[in-house]
């Protein structure tokens, strides 16, 4: 069974892209963590002081693609 | 600024870094010189010292790798992520990776090695990524000129927790 339901209007590339980038660099920090792609969308939001939709709006999607460190945003 | 969990640090002023390749885009004697200037940054304000050894053991090994280059995190060619640095500790702690898919750069607005090497060894001195843009721990590379580059209050205050501050 899914526990993260892919928002209707995403493509499965978009959900996928985002799922390891936020696996990446916000990863779920204990195994019993559980936040909704949402939820994982917003933690980032607030780290880059983005507008908090937890939404994959342009903004956000701006942000994932720029050149970055490969260590994480959260201690993991 | 963020630290590690469980504050990493290492228990010495005197540390010892190796360069044990290069990457081609750039004369080796310009990567030596934008990995010292790197380092300098940070001995600037804190009691850290930085020695360069060429064989055998040192704290902090610097390389340049693409994609699975020997440590499971693997790059991810161009673009995106640029480089990586593990927190202070033993074997891979402290050690620094630069992916050389990248275009690295002396002074021009490619990848600029200096500013790149400068944010990973914060990471090799115990320093995580920070929120504050413009602080060089911030995650997402951008271009300062390298020649008028000042270390962000941030960033310091980061740094001198860890290790204190520069003594004359």
Redesign the interface.
């Known amino acids: 069974f899914p526990t993260q339901l892919k928002p209707e209007s995403w493509s499965n590339t978009d959900f996928e892209n985002v799922k390891a980038y936020l696996d990446k660099?916000f990863p779920l920090v204990t195994k019993t963590q559980s936040l909704t792609l949402e939820e994982r969308i917003k933690e980032m939001q607030r780290?880059?002081?983005l507008t908090v939709t937890g939404k994959l709006n342009a903004e956000t999607e701006e942000?994932m693609?720029?050149?970055?460190?490969?260590?994480?945003?959260i201690?993991? | 600024y963020s630290t590690f969990p469980g504050n990493p640090r290492w228990g010495k002023t005197h540390l010892t870094y190796k360069i044990v390749n290069y990457t081609p885009d750039l004369p080796q004697k310009k990567v030596d010189d934008a990995i010292r200037r790197a380092f300098k940054v940070w001995s600037d304000v804190t009691p850290l010292h930085f020695h360069r050894v060429y064989n055998g053991h040192a704290d902090i090994v610097i390389g340049f790798g693409r994609r699975e280059h020997g440590d499971g995190n693997p790059f991810d060619g161009r673009g995106n992520t640029l480089a990586h640095a593990f927190a202070p500790g033993q074997g891979l702690g402290g050690d620094a990776h630069f992916d050389d898919d990248e275009r690295w750069s002396e002074f021009s607005r490619e990848v600029n090695l200096f500013l790149v090497a400068a944010h990973e060894f914060g990471h090799s001195l115990g320093l995580a990524h920070s929120n504050v843009r413009g602080a060089l721990m911030y995650p997402i590379y951008s271009y300062v000129n390298p020649e008028t580059f000042r270390l962000s209050e941030d960033d310091k205050r980061g740094i001198q927790k860890l290790y204190g501050k520069f003594m004359t």
């Open positions: 660099f780290f880059f002081h942000t693609k720029k050149p970055r460190c490969g260590v994480p945003d201690a993991g």
